[in-house]
């Protein structure tokens, strides 16, 4: 009786991580350039105690993992917007360490340092320098692989970084996040590239998401049930012996 509680509980556990992850993508849905967390969760055997030949699986309680579809890409027509294709992120610098974003929400400050849409972290170039614009009243052009052109000169060239996510990460403001491992400076752009202009939308779907929060709630209240069944049945069973 105990095992099978045991049991029960580890698949609540594991619901309730589920449902925390759904809730935080059906929050960050109007997020720019927010990747969904998803968990995945593996089987852990177990053996009885007193009687190591009888295994019992329990349910771990989940790893979690980035999304990797991108979300939809949008004409805003503004200067300092920026939507990537390809696996990729920008590179903001902050206190913490390296923040990694899709949301290319930029703006230059007075001095002429393009930064994050909150305006407190610089933009980094390739070689993990934040981005300097000199003459910042003066137009500049962005190709495809991030060069900074201005007046016909090469200026800066915006870092594009890869880094494998399922190293694990921490999630930061907005749609950033930080990589438990130091990320790389892309070189190859073949299917890689920046959209001047655009912004990235979050790759969450509201109504998948939705649909998930009630399909996991029904199954948390299922085992909630079984749960409960199976103490009253203990409950008596001790009732029973003790008479």
């Known amino acids: 009786m105990q095992t099978s509680f045991n049991v029960g509980l580890s698949a609540q556990l594991a619901l309730e991580k589920r449902l925390s992850t759904v809730a935080n993508n059906l929050s960050n849905a109007n997020i720019t350039g927010f990747r969904t967390t998803k968990v995945k969760f593996s089987e852990v055997i177990s053996s009885i105690k007193n009687n190591i ?32 294709e390809g696996d990729a992120w920008f590179a903001l610098e902050s206190p913490g360490g390296i923040i990694l974003t899709r949301d290319g929400r930029f703006k230059l400050t007075d001095e002429g340092m393009l930064v994050s849409a909150s305006g407190k972290y610089p933009v980094l170039d390739m070689e993990g320098i934040p981005i300097q614009i000199s003459q910042k ?57 920046v959209k001047r202009g655009f912004l990235e939308d979050s790759n969450a779907n509201s109504m998948y998401e939705m649909g998930q929060m009630i ?8 085992i909630t049930t079984l749960i409960d069944e199976g103490e009253r049945s203990m409950i008596e069973a001790i009732k029973i012996l003790a008479s």
Do not use: W
Not at 55 to 73: C, D, H, M, P, W
Not at 160 to 167: F, H, W
Not at 215 to 222: D, G, I, Y
């Open 215 to 222: 399909h996991l709630t029904q199954k948390f209240n299922s």
């Open 53 to 84: 030949d009888q295994k019992v699986s329990f349910v771990s309680q989940g790893n979690e993992y980035l999304a990797r579809q991108s979300g939809s890409v949008k004409s805003t027509g503004e200067k300092l917007d920026f939507a990537l």
């Open 137 to 193: 009243d003066e137009e500049f052009e962005v190709g495809g692989e991030g060069k900074i052109v201005q007046k016909g000169k090469v200026i800066a060239t915006m870092g594009l970084y890869s880094c494998d996510i399922s190293e694990g990460f921490v999630r930061r403001e907005n749609s950033g996040i930080s990589p438990n491992i130091s990320p790389t400076p892309i070189t190859d752009f073949s299917e890689v590239s």
